[in-house]
């Protein structure tokens, strides 16, 4: 059977939709692979009628895969009262689920939200918070002559594509035609101690000396790079020189937050962070559940304090709608007990995959319902479109990993049917 997706390996609407698709869409994502229509728990279906298992929910965004009724109920009766206010409002569902957010990851009191619309927003809020705080350091005063703070970014992290976001963002593919980006963001190899150590090292030395540290910024598991945890000891050893130096650690959790990994936040994984606490984390993809939403929680009163009335702002960001669906998310997730869920499923899901003997998988990396399996050979996109002709729907992260996410709703017989399918991938399918 073929490995890419042709005409040949549509059915008549796909084909007929995507026809249309490549008329009036930027070429920003390349060919769809198929056209959605309508999903159900952990199952989507295509306007063709096809069925797939979808081990992918979106990119981690569809938390309650598609259709839960608590979710449709709550956006349904929120969108019969008002979808959107201006900023110069507040309503509840905005004000209970900043609450929310604050308690699920721990924050002390004083702590606040910002609310976005993305992961890239919630990090670009991160971004520009962090240099109004790198503009109090010691020796950074530009009005007295100092050298402007500076912010670490890791290599193979990804923040997100707007331009702040994008300078904290290491691959050289989509920074490179962009550049340059925001100045006084530097990168360090991910993992590399010594590294780390040398870029703190670098500030006041003499007339060739660097600005001050005011911020790291991390994602204990680098998705994007094929989901590769960072490694506890490297994140604390990031916290203590971030404590050493007065600066801020910022922990990206746009991909492994709200449950995600088994717990409501990684960073209160100790085998992914060491027990670190963050100064800042940014949220987004399945905070509400398949609407967009994300953000950035600034730990403690003075840190929140730095933004003022007008230093930032989002003409949709924090919509009752989005709220609604935000709340009813969170309430599903903690109701029906799916944190544990996504722990539970996960090491399912890990060990049936290295169960199968299947030559192909070399190893299953990941926590919860963040995981990737690694390939023997380059075929990522060779073993996705085998995978989604099967009936499943997985990523290829990577040239020899494939990324899996499904809902945190999946269930044991969802986890059973995936394993099934990628049990008989062809170990011999082509490189991409």
């Not at 984390?281 to 600034?298: E, H, L, N, Q, S």
């Not at 304090?305 to 709608?321: E, M, V, W």
Request: hydrophobic letters at 45%; aromatic letters at 8%.
């Amino acid at each position: 059977m073929s490995t890419e997706t042709t005409p040949e390996t549509l059915g008549p609407q796909d084909a007929q939709w995507l026809g249309s698709y490549s008329k009036v869409h930027m070429n920003v994502f390349g060919t769809p692979l198929r056209v959605l229509d309508h999903g159900h728990g952990a199952h989507v279906w295509d306007v063709d009628g096809n069925e797939y298992l979808d081990f992918l929910a979106g990119i981690a965004v569809n938390s309650l895969g598609y259709a839960h009724p608590k979710w449709v109920k709550a956006v349904s009766e929120q969108a019969a009262k008002c979808a959107h206010v201006s900023n110069y409002f507040a309503t509840e569902p905005q004000i209970e689920l900043a609450a929310k957010l604050i308690k699920l990851a721990g924050a002390p009191e004083g702590s606040h939200v910002y609310f976005g619309n993305s992961g890239a927003e919630g990090n670009e809020a991160a971004i520009k918070l962090a240099k109004l705080y790198g503009r109090t350091l010691p020796g950074a005063s530009p009005s007295i002559g100092g050298k402007p703070a500076r912010i670490i970014a890791m290599t193979h992290g990804f923040h997100g594509r707007t331009l702040g976001a994008l300078s904290a963002t290491w691959k050289p593919a989509i920074r490179l035609p962009y550049e340059p980006l925001v100045p006084n963001i530097e990168f360090v190899e991910a993992g590399d101690q010594l590294a780390l150590y040398e870029a703190f090292s670098q500030t006041g030395q003499g007339r060739y000396g660097k600005g001050p540290v005011a911020a790291v910024i991390l994602e204990l598991i680098q998705g994007e790079a094929g989901v590769r945890p960072l490694g506890a000891e490297y994140v604390k050893k990031v916290r203590q020189m971030c404590d050493i130096n007065h600066a801020l650690l910022i922990i990206d959790e746009v991909q492994t937050g709200v449950g995600r990994t088994g717990e409501w936040f990684a960073f209160q994984r100790e085998d992914l962070s060491g027990g670190v606490k963050p100064d800042m984390i940014t949220f987004a993809k399945g905070v509400a559940g398949g609407f967009p939403m994300g953000g950035m929680i600034a730990f403690g009163e003075k840190l929140s304090a730095l933004f003022t009335p007008g230093s930032h702002g989002s003409t949709f960001a924090g919509n009752p709608l989005g709220a609604a669906a935000a709340l009813a998310t969170l309430d599903v997730i903690e109701s029906e007990n799916l944190v544990a869920n996504a722990e539970e499923r996960g090491r399912q899901l890990r060990e049936g995959i290295m169960a199968t003997g299947n030559p192909l998988f070399v190893s299953v990396r990941g926590r919860g319902l963040l995981d990737a399996v690694e390939l023997a050979h380059p075929c990522s996109h060779a073993v996705m479109n085998w995978a989604l002709e099967h009936g499943l729907i997985v990523n290829a992260v990577a040239p020899d990993a494939l990324r899996l996410a499904p809902p945190l709703i999946v269930t044991e017989q969802d986890v059973d049917q995936a394993v099934s399918i990628l049990a008989k991938v062809p170990a011999d399918l082509p490189n991409d």
